[in-house]
């Protein structure tokens, strides 16, 4: 079953090189986005702020999105290929938003389907509060947010849900910036939530932020602490993890940059459980670079690099993560978009495999067995698993807003037993808004 993956893989590759080279081709007979083109708004503004109103405002608002997913995995040196499918709601969201007077805005935004925010829906049966929070408007240059709130970390986590080019989120976003890249180094987890200090890209505490147009330029800026205990206030076996955050961006036209850096440390709560008193610390970053309007114009380029280190407690080791994606998209004709996405991650870790209760798992993957020179296992290896994958995604634009998706995911593992997978992700997108009070 190796061959048809292989070739899957090389048509893939070529019809990417190919929207690319349409991308090229396009650009130079003049259909380039113009240097005068509205500067595409900061995401912290787009979920923070509402227009300025002497009266209460409320809407009601959200997104849709079921669909279907088929998995086609095929271990290596296997004769048989397993596979299945799953019809899913990729994001089902209702919010309501809006203003309390021209100087306090609100934001509420839950999920019910069972996604990268919410993972554990389909087991507890019950919505997350993905974002709760009110946002002050009294300081010239500033507004300030406080509560539950969307951390502006990589663009690709930021975009909202019904204009996103594609179904699913490239590995180094589900990994670093949602669910973070698994503590433990078990084998194959390299897409389990793990004790990252920001969980499903939320938090709960306070940000500065605010962004500037003038033209065709735009700078935006976001500094923020948080101390909360994740998503939904979960993990509440730690105690008053503290983080640091700050972004900045600027765009100039079609032209896009922007940057982001977190960093924090959780402390165990003492008491019986693992590593009471011990700590959790970590610090990533995030670097975007677009050119052109992914929601609008005929063609647009975008690359996004993500890097994570994860300190864990002195019986675990530390790991490290990083990961990137480059996409292309074109228009053949304004309701019709295509993408073609390359993504890569990596970890490293550094872990106790041989000592304490987690010695028995990692041993055997990692042949490090205990030895007599060393019966207590203090011995550390470093791993390495990774990934690549191959996306094209096809678009259908249709009126209000409405998208109806299909994506093609190739993905191959390395240095790992992990089977090669195919998916194809079908999914449907339908956002609403309904103005209850004005």
């Known amino acids: 079953m190796n061959q048809p993956n292989r070739r899957w893989v090389r048509w893939a590759r070529i019809l990417g090189v190919g929207a690319m080279l349409a991308t090229s081709a396009t650009a130079l007979a003049g259909f380039t986005p113009s240097m005068n083109e509205k500067p595409m708004p900061a995401w912290a503004m787009v979920y923070g702020t509402e227009k300025p109103e002497q009266k209460p405002t409320m809407l009601l608002f959200g997104v849709v999105q079921p669909g279907y997913s088929y998995i086609q995995a095929s271990p290596p040196g296997a004769t048989t290929v397993v596979g299945n499918g799953q019809f899913k709601f990729y994001r089902l969201r209702p919010g309501v938003r809006g203003s309390i007077g021209p100087n306090i805005d609100y934001y509420f935004l839950a999920e019910f389907g069972n996604n990268p925010a919410n993972p554990n829906s389909g087991v507890v049966g019950h919505a997350h ?154 610090n990533k970053y995030a670097i975007d670079v677009r050119f052109g309007n992914y929601t609008k114009d005929p063609f647009w380029l975008w690359y996004e690099y993500q890097h994570a280190n994860n300190g864990q407690p002195s019986s675990q080791g530390n790991g490290a993560a990083r990961g990137w994606f480059a996409a292309a998209g074109f228009r053949p004709a304004k309701k019709f978009m295509g993408v073609f996405r390359y993504s890569t991650y990596d970890t490293e870790n550094l872990a106790s495999v041989t000592g304490g209760a987690l010695g028995p798992v990692f041993a055997p993957y990692y042949g490090v067995p205990p030895t007599p020179a060393n019966p207590t296992g203090h011995a550390f290896v470093t791993s390495n698993v990774s990934l690549d994958q191959d996306s094209l995604v096809g678009v259908y634009l249709a009126r209000k807003g409405v998208r109806y998706y299909v994506e093609f995911d190739h993905t191959t593992y390395n240095h790992s037993a992990a089977p090669t997978d195919n998916a194809v992700s079908v999914m449907l997108s339908v956002p609403f808004g309904a103005r209850l009070l004005h």
């Open 129 to 282: 509060v993905l974002d709760g929070s009110v946002t002050l408007n009294y300081i010239p240059g500033v507004h300030v947010e406080v509560g539950q709130m969307l951390v502006p970390f990589g663009e690709e986590g930021l975009t909202a849900a019904g204009v996103l080019p594609w179904v699913n989120y490239s590995p180094a976003t589900y990994n670093i910036d949602y669910n973070e890249f698994a503590s433990a180094p078990l084998p194959n987890a390299i897409a389990g939530p793990g004790n990252g200090l920001f969980n499903g890209g939320r938090e709960m505490g306070v940000m500065a932020f605010n962004q500037f147009v003038h033209g065709p330029l735009a700078v935006d800026y976001a500094l923020g602490y948080f101390n909360g205990t994740g998503l939904s206030q979960t993990e509440s076996s730690m105690n008053h993890p503290d983080q640091g955050f700050v972004h900045g961006g600027v765009d100039f036209g079609p032209f896009g940059l922007a940057g982001s850096y977190e960093a924090g440390r959780q402390v165990i709560a003492a008491g019986p459980g693992a590593y009471p008193g011990e700590s959790f610390h970590q």
